[in-house]
């Protein structure tokens, strides 16, 4: 595709249950990033992967959330026993190095904890 | 992030100029950027500036920086109604690539 893609666009889920968020960076993007934004506030880094590894995972909350990247193109944000708090739009972006390149990002998904 | 901290609100006349404030805290930032977010839409990259610059101009865009307040600023000339958004500025430190972002400023373009 074009541009970054996620889905689903939009996840429902109870109060306890995992969910995977699916991020499908710009084809050859080597850096992929993962952000939170809450309703009314800016978004808010969570995790950023150069090639397959987490460079920095210094943004995840807590040992709920996890992100992988095994081949180095698409990656899954995963995220165990879903409290409220977690409701908000998660958004993923890649660029083509670590450098100042333009980092493009996808449309999001909202998640809703009920 | 509460490093970074924008006005909430700015209402405008159309073919007004906008001007967006930002305040950032750390010294170290060696990007600054500004993001436009509409409704529905991904985070949309406006413009940068590196920490060594004053001042970048792009078209209908410039970017005002100072760096001893840590004070940046992005004014829109001829605002049109199509410029309505949130709009975000970042700023990404020396060491690593992760941005810190505002909380944004919801701009209004009024005919």
């Known amino acids: 595709g074009a541009g970054v893609s996620q889905t689903p666009s939009n996840k429902v889920t109870e109060k306890g249950k995992y969910v995977e968020l699916r991020c499908d960076p710009i084809s050859g993007h080597t850096a992929l990033y993962w952000y939170r934004q809450s309703l009314g506030q800016g978004p808010e880094f969570l995790i950023y992967f150069q090639g397959t590894g987490a460079a920095d995972d210094s943004g995840l909350p807590n040992d709920r959330f996890f992100a992988v990247r095994p081949e180095g193109s698409v990656s899954t944000l995963k995220i165990q026993r879903t409290e409220r708090g977690d409701s908000a739009v998660y958004l993923c972006?890649?660029?083509?190095?670590?450098?100042?390149?333009?980092?493009?990002f996808g449309q999001g998904t909202r998640l809703t904890v009920v | 992030g509460e490093d970074v901290e924008q006005s909430l609100f700015l209402s405008v006349r159309e073919g007004d100029s906008s001007v967006i404030n930002c305040t950032y805290t750390d010294s170290s930032s060696t990007y600054l950027y500004w993001y436009k977010q509409e409704p529905g839409a991904g985070l949309q990259l406006l413009t940068y500036i590196f920490s060594n610059m004053d001042m970048k101009q792009d078209q209908r865009l410039t970017v005002l920086l100072n760096k001893k307040d840590k004070h940046l600023s992005l004014r829109i000339a001829d605002t049109q109604t199509g410029d309505s958004a949130i709009y975000f500025c970042a700023e990404r430190k020396a060491a690593g690539n992760k941005l810190t972002f505002g909380g944004g400023t919801r701009v209004l373009v009024k005919p």
């Open positions: 972006a890649s660029s083509s190095n670590s450098g100042v390149s333009e980092a493009f």
